[in-house]
T-cell receptor, first 110, second 114 residues
């Protein structure tokens, strides 16, 4: 089946720093989403981005479908950005289900 | 006006019991899912339903039985609970439209089997 790999697994930064999270996937996809799982366990939609670039405030994402990777950029980090960031993909030729990466745990220290 | 809501949020029960988790979505989506998040935070699909019909059963033990009374509801019933069933269970929904399959998740149900 499709492999989804996220890097780095862990990231610890000071407030105000910028970061880039990466998601590599092994096959063509119809859907790619980025989620933030906050410390209370909620999965929050960040981006629906099967291709191209999107921005939402301090966050932006880019997916290069032909090269099978996506990047999530977080600028001017705040402590509330802490949590686990998941990339999830849906195969182009598969049934509707998301396959998740193992996540990047981001800790922002004040 | 919660989009995907599941109840209960927490469930603590003894081994061997039977329990249910309910899920409802008000987004008008045709497809609903159950995902399981293990203790290492790994998320994996369990079931997928489209318009009340089962599409995916990802080799889940038959002690787990999803039921979809209508396309806005997908409940999960678990028989004879085992210690290994302890996890966070997420319900989700998405449109059944290849042009947009963005999924939205409920807040999760943390199941602890003792």
């Amino acid at each position: 089946g499709i492999q989804v790999e996220q890097s780095p697994p862990d990231l610890i930064l000071q407030e105000g720093a910028n970061s880039t999270l990466r998601c590599n996937f092994s096959d063509s996809v119809n859907n790619l989403q980025w989620f933030h799982q906050n410390p209370w366990g909620q999965l929050i939609n960040l981006f629906y981005i099967p291709s191209g670039t999107k921005q939402n405030g301090r966050l932006s994402a880019t997916t290069v479908a032909t090269e099978r990777y996506s990047l999530l950029y977080i600028s001017s980090s705040q402590t509330t950005d802490s949590g686990v960031y998941f990339c999830a993909v849906e195969l182009s030729q598969g049934a509707q289900k998301l396959v998740f990466g193992q996540g990047t745990r981001l800790t922002i220290n004040p | 006006d919660t989009a995907v809501s599941q109840t209960p949020k927490y469930l603590v029960t003894q081994m061997g019991n039977d329990k249910s988790i309910k899920c409802e979505q008000n987004l008008g989506h045709d497809t609903m899912y159950w995902y399981k998040q293990d203790s290492k935070k790994f998320l994996k699909i369990m079931f997928s339903y489209n318009n009340k019909e089962l599409i995916i059963n990802e080799t889940v033990p038959n002690r787990f039985s999803p039921k979809s009374p209508d396309k806005a509801h997908l409940n999960l019933h678990i028989n004879s609970l085992e210690l290994g069933d302890s996890a966070v269970y997420f319900c989700a929904s998405s449109p059944y439209d290849r042009a947009n399959t963005e999924a939205f998740f409920g807040q999760g149900t943390r199941l602890t089997v003792v």
